[in-house]
């Protein structure tokens, strides 16, 4: 057992120190007002992603020799459990570590020299990932953007929904449907995954609109109107887009994961440091047990969320099957955040409602992990498929 700053035990052991420590170094000199300032101004934490991307924090899973550090998924994840632990928000800041992995897996090496190096830089920020559409949904493979090859090119044309980070970003990785559904033999079959310069084609053939969310989110509509692509900018073989999207998955859901037992340990700590400060009817809140079960209750799941985390990411990082342990980390930590925002919001009373106490703002964004990157109802139909061998519900 070790021993947290705050007094905390820690039976998990404080894996990366030197990286927690330099990532909580930064989270510093970004307080809770500054991202109360963000979340009232419905602003970019364009000040706070740089210093991250200067320290080479979101360069963590790019190898070295494309300009990265080369470290391992768990690591990448310790900062991001970090940002949240220290009151940041990851979200703003995730995509650029991760969005770079379907080029790294099956982009080709004349694409990785091109876009890898300048990601690690912070030259070129790709961190917009289209793949949701209104009318699709969850069921991906009915996705209604189309890429239509003309010569050297694909034309796109379709919409695309809840894309986060487009406005502030200079690439966008796409999935488009390539052939028709209704000429394909597996209807995963016929997507394909482009990468696209939103720079270069904003206000021509591509619109974006900001979507005015519960959180901020700096979640956008993105409209192509006959875009054209370059072929050389389709990541791996036309039609194997589904494959290479659902290879990031993973990673992604065992990122978002940690992330999530950032936030738990904020809002347990935050709720306890109340709850032994404010006092009423002569005792301290916290004296009570109906304010410190609920929180002794969080800690448990924390420490299985934290767990399950730390053994989805030890599968992955040995190249085995973790599918079952991406998605088993993510639901218990996105259950554990929000059970943990819940009593958080409880023990602060009606204090919880005042926007200066930052736990309102944080019991907001909290809630999004049950929706995305994937609702839970999907991820509780992956184990009963896949785990449990019931029949598939879809
Ligand atoms: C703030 C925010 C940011 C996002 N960022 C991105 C992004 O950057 N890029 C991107 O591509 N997407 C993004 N998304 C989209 C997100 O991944 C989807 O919202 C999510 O996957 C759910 O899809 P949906 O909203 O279309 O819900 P729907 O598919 O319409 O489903 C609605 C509800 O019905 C349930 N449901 C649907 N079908 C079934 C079924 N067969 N069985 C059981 N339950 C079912 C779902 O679980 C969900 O609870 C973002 C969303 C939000 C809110």
Redesign the pocket.
Known sequence: MNESENGTLVPLGRDYPELRDGVKRICQDFPLEYWARLDRERAYPTEFVKALTEAGYLAALIPEEYGGAGLPLRAAAVILEEINRNGGNATQAH?QMYVMGTVLRHGSEEQKRRILPRVASGELRLQ?????EPT????TTRIRTTAVRQGDEYVINGQ??????ALHSDLMLLLARTTPLDQVQKRTHGLSVFIVDLKENLGKTVEIRPID?M?N?N?TEVFFENLRVPVENRIGEEGQGFKYILSGMNAERILVATELVGDTHWFIETATRYANERVVFGRPIGQNQGIQFPIARCYAELESADILARRAAALFQDGKDCGTAANVAKLIASEASWHAAEACMQTFGGFGYAAEYHVERRWREAR?AQ????????VL?YIAQHVLGLPR??
């Open positions: 995509a917009a990932f289209g793949v949701t699709s949904g969850s069921d695309k929904v809840w894309t986060s980070r969310a959180i989110h979640t999004l929706i995305a990157p994937v609702s839970t109802n999907m139909s519900s879809y």
